[in-house]
Every structure is written in C-alpha cells, then in structure tokens.
C-alpha cells in the first residue's frame, strides 16, 4: 500500500447495514475500546432502508418492524464512545496482515485492525447475469432499483409490469407497485415452485390476484427505445424452452427478481476462499475465513430469509473476533461439516470440537415429510421431523457439544411416510416466519376450528383472516426540506385490507417538513399512521 497506517483500531467492520451495525454493537458490549465501522454509503442502515414494508423483528424483538425501525433499533450503537462511522468511505483493499485502505471525502486513508469483520452485504443478479435475448431498451429493473425509486426517490417506473422471477424483493414489489396504482400483468418464475417465502405469497400475490407462472420465463425483449412487451415460454424439467408455449406479453416495464449473490469481490482480492455454492467465504465455526483474523457474516456470507437471523451471525462473528483480538486460544481442532443428500449447502463448513454449535442449511428440493439429520460415522446426533421443506427457507440447527473422535459431520435428508393429504391451504399465517399454513373448518357447534398453527397468535389470526382480513399498511409520504422527497410511515394497527388501496391514495395528499423521526404522528383523519424513517432538515 502506498498510503502510510495512519491509526490502528482494535476492529475495522466494513459494511453499516443490520450486520454491521449488530457486529459492532456487540464489540462494544464486550469491551472492544477502538472500533471503526466503515460505509459505502452516505448513511448507515444498508438496504433496509429502502424496505419500508414490515415483517423484520419478529423472531429478535418480538414485533413486526418495517426495515426502517429495524435499523433505529440499532442506531444508538453510534452513540457509543468505542464506535466511529464513517460513511461515503469505500474500501479499496485489505492485506492478509488486516491492513484497511479505504477512501473518503477526506482522501485516501491505511488503518491496521485487530480483526476484520466482513458485512458487506449482497447485490441482485442483472440481466446479463441471465442472459435475456432481444433489444435493449428503457423499462428493464432489478427489483431492489425499483424499490429504491419507489421508495425513496418518488420516481414511478411504468404502468404495467411483468416481473421476472419470484424472490422476496420481487414479490414485495408487486404488492408496492399495486397499492400504488401500477398494474402487475403476472410474476413468471423459472422454477418449478416460487423462491420466495410463503407468506410473501400470500400478503403480496393472492391478496391482490396477481398471477403467479411457474416453470415460465422471459425469453426475449421486445422494444426499441422503451420495453414495449415481452416474450415469455415454459419449460421442461431441464429449463429448456417449449417453443409450442411462447406468448407476448405487453408491458412498459419488467423487473427482475432473480437472486442475489453475496458482495465479496473485497474478500476474494484478499486472497479469502469461497464457497462455490453460496458465492460467499470459506468459514469455520468461529465464522473465521481462512485469513485469521478476517471473518465474515450476513449476506456477504450467504443470503438469508430474515434479517433476524444476519443480526444473530453478525453478533457471533463478533464475539469471536473479540476473542481472537484478545489472544484468546481458539485452536481447539475444527470437525469438518459437510452436505449430504437431498442438502444444497451448510454452514459453517466445520465446528469446533466440545462446544455447541449452530449450522444453516437449505435443501435441494422442495419436499414434505422428511426428516433433517446430523450423524457423524453411524451415530445419530440429530434428527428433526419437517412436515414442509423448501429452498427458499433457511434451516436452522443448535447442535450439543461434539467430539471429533468420530469424523466429519454430514447433514442429509431422510424421506418419511407421507402423511395423510391435507388440502392445499391458501391461508397463511403471517404473525412470525415459520408462514403456518392453515386450515379451518366448521365444528359441530357451528364455529370454526383453526388447525396447522404452532401457536396460539395462528388460530388468532386464522379467526380473523376469515371473518375480517387486516394487514399494517406501509407506504411513503411526500417530505419537504429532506435528503429524499418521501419518507417511510405505517399505520399503528393493521386495518381493513379492503381500505388499504384508498388509503394509500389519501395518504399521498399528505406532505411533511423534515425534520422528521421515527414514531412521529402523521396528520391524518382516517387512521393512525406513524413515520418510521427519520430525516434531518437540509438547513440544520
């Protein structure tokens, strides 16, 4: 590097999204004095800020936040003396010795780090990525652009659209862009079962009869100087085109929804392995890459379901990246972990003998009736019943303590007798991310039994979805004097989701005047809505 080290910190997190930020919390919380949190963008929060819809928190905190309150929750970390933020600061490289050089508005800066955690978060496949044949004209998104335009920029993208692909961000999307008066021709998935989360199906799709196309894709764009329509196909078994099954689609608009891949063009400069399955580090139990002292968590390790679940990792990273600042021995030997059958990927790929031990995994294939198992040589460690499994759902394990004496650990599926059929649910719980699929049915006393719920708030909310259908509205209104022209709001309670359509339009007479915060009221006559953005005045 040709920059001298200017300063030295005990902890150089890269990334200020939900990881970053719960990395460095926790650093804080176990005595780390020096830590330094670096920001690409010109505030922390990551891409949560632009997901003003709800559902994050409720594993963590107990809650439904929308992405915004997610990240306030957070915020106070930033207060702490051991924590400097520097945003607009993108890092240009990092030596196996941990050095950090990064630039800022300031100029070209080298720090030495005790330890490096690696947040860096993921970035959308494009279309080049997939490789769509046709013309390139104006009209073509991936879904998180739409969402930050939408969201955060006030710029509506089209009238009609076709979004391509079926993960999370594009199903959250159809809702967004619906309640906002755009009309969504269909969602078209690849794959013969959608990749995003059941319950996201159910609030974003069904709820507004937007049709969901599996095993069909786009095949060719049509237009010259704005997307005009689209080809779209089926396919066989091995994604080959059925050419007999080609239709045009109109559209001025097609948003791609069609993965994401971890952010480690950094750590792969670093001399970090990856992993060729999930496009992130190589990692042990400790979350250590294979650079000591380099260690990496969240989306920039594998993509996650819920950011619950990346504040978690992101908080064991950091705790193990404590102890290797401290020279605390972590040598104890590592037993390797591997997939075996009917498993696509599991992490990390090894654990540290005679202490417990979380692992993640997704399977190859959807299925039902299986059962997820941890063996080591012909013992049994674990074995858990799954009544449902899908690809787009993560696996969570917590294993005991393990000895090494008996080999690698390899987690396979086992198939099960198939219980009796049960009717295809179209009622989805939404109260947690376990998405229960819910049956009802009359008793003999006239009233309606909920069953397939683990827990009580299901039943609650089966009874109510069936006599009265609610959602928490979640929408934007216009700001004066801010950084950006709109700023995120919910109602305080879910309301009828028959008035959700008109209240979004009411919604969008209303204006703000930053300085605004989360939690502030909004003037509004016809339901309770409250910011969850924050945004300082331009004059301050």
Do not use: W
Request: hydrophobic share 40%.
């Amino acid at each position: 590097m040709s920059a001298a080290i200017l300063n030295s910190y005990d902890l150089v997190v890269i990334g200020a999204g939900p990881a970053g930020l719960a990395a460095a919390g926790k650093a804080a919380q176990l005595g780390c004095k020096r830590i330094l949190l670096l920001e690409r963008n010109s505030e922390p929060g990551g891409i949560l800020n632009q997901c003003i819809h709800d559902g994050f928190g409720l594993e963590r905190f107990g809650v439904s936040l929308t992405g915004p309150e997610y990240i306030e929750r957070f915020l106070p970390v930033l207060s702490q003396p051991a924590v400097t933020l520097t945003t607009s600061a993108m890092v240009l490289k990092i030596t196996p010795e941990r050095a950090v050089q990064f630039a800022d508005r300031e100029g070209l800066h080298v720090v030495q780090a005790g330890a490096v955690i690696l947040a860096t978060g993921c970035r959308e496949r494009t279309r080049g990525a997939i490789g769509v044949a046709g013309t390139r004209p104006a009209g073509v998104f991936t879904a998180g652009v739409v969402q930050r335009l939408v969201n955060m920029e006030n710029i509506a993208v089209g009238k009609r659209a076709v979004i391509l692909g079926s993960g999370d961000i594009g199903l959250i999307m159809a809702r967004r862009l619906t309640l906002e008066g755009m009309e969504i021709a269909c969602v078209l998935e690849k794959l013969p079962y959608c990749s995003g989360l059941l319950r996201n199906v159910r609030q974003c799709l069904i709820d507004y009869s937007i049709p969901l196309y599996l095993s069909t894709t786009v095949i060719e764009i049509l237009g010259d100087h704005h997307l005009e329509a689209v080809v779209a196909a089926e396919v066989d078994a091995s994604g080959t085109v059925l050419p007999e099954t080609k239709r045009t689609i109109p559209c001025d608009t097609l948003i791609l929804s069609v993965g994401l891949i971890p952010e480690n063009e950094l750590a792969k400069a670093c001399g970090v392995k990856m992993d060729p399955v999930t496009g992130g580090a190589l990692v042990d139990g400790r979350l250590m890459t294979n650079i000591p002292g380099v260690f990496s968590c969240g989306n920039g390790l594998h993509v996650h379901d819920i950011v619950d679940m990346v504040s978690e990792e992101a908080e064991l990273a950091a705790q193990n990246a404590v102890t290797f600042i401290r020279n605390v021995s972590q040598d104890q030997p590592q037993i390797p972990v591997c997939a075996g059958n009917g498993v696509r990927y599991v992490l990390p790929r090894s654990l540290p003998q005679n202490a417990p031990g979380r692992l993640a995994l997704r399977v190859q294939n959807p299925g039902t009736d299986q059962t997820v198992l941890v063996t080591q040589g012909k013992k049994t460690l674990l074995a858990k019943k799954m009544r449902l499994l899908s690809p787009a759902e993560m696996i969570r394990l917590s294993l005991p303590a393990i000895h090494a004496n008996a080999g690698e650990l390899r987690i396979s599926l086992r198939q099960e007798q198939h219980s009796p059929a049960q009717n295809e649910s179209e009622l989805v719980c939404t109260c947690c991310p376990n998405g229960c699929a819910l049956t009802a049915a009359t008793n003999s006393k006239g009233k309606l039994d909920i069953t397939g719920a683990r827990c009580s708030r299901g039943v609650s909310f089966g009874l109510t979805e069936l006599t009265d259908p609610r959602r928490t509205l979640t929408t934007t209104v216009r700001l004066n004097n801010g950084a950006y022209p709109l700023v995120s709001v919910r109602s305080a309670e879910p309301v009828r989701k028959d008035d959700l359509r008109l209240l979004v339009a009411r919604l969008r007479a209303v204006t703000l005047t930053a300085p605004v915060h989360c939690g502030d009221r909004v003037p509004f006559d016809e339901a309770e809505i409250l910011v969850t953005g924050r945004a300082d005045s331009l004059e301050q």
